[in-house]
């Protein structure tokens, strides 16, 4: 029992002192490992992967005639890029919102990419 307490003294604590982006990154982080997602540190290219995060930003980027659309998903850990070719707009993609994606992953300018990953939005609890 004695332990206990004292887990939750310091858990009470981490929090009063801890920013609110680390808090917020520890809660993204938690929810994801809970829903059965991988950590985005800790995937690796070429592996077929499911991460779980929020968008923290959506933009059109056209490349040539080949619009794409470009999202950056956090999930507390670590940002992927989920890209998907020939798109303009998806409704429900759009920053601050919560989605669980599957697909490969790649590397693309030092950074992890999904490319026309699959998706699913997830509600707010």
Do not use: F
């Not at 801890?18 to 540190?41: F, N, P, T, Y």
């Not at 798109?87 to 999904?114: C, F, N, Q, S, Y």
């Amino acid at each position: 029992m004695a332990s206990t307490g004292g887990g939750y003294w310091r858990r009470l604590v981490r929090r009063l002192t801890s920013d609110v982006a680390e808090l917020d990154a520890d809660d993204l982080s938690r929810k994801a490992e809970a829903d059965g997602a991988q950590k985005a540190c800790d995937c690796r290219s070429g592996e077929e992967v499911t991460v779980l995060g929020r968008l923290r930003s959506v933009e059109l980027c056209p490349r040539d005639a080949a619009a794409t659309l470009e999202a950056e998903l956090y999930d507390g850990t670590e940002g992927v890029t989920l890209v998907w070719l020939g798109r303009r707009r998806i409704p429900g993609i759009e920053p601050g919102r919560t989605i669980k994606a599957r697909g490969r992953i790649a590397v693309r300018d030092g950074r992890k990419v999904l490319y026309n990953p699959y998706y699913e939005l997830q509600t707010t609890s």
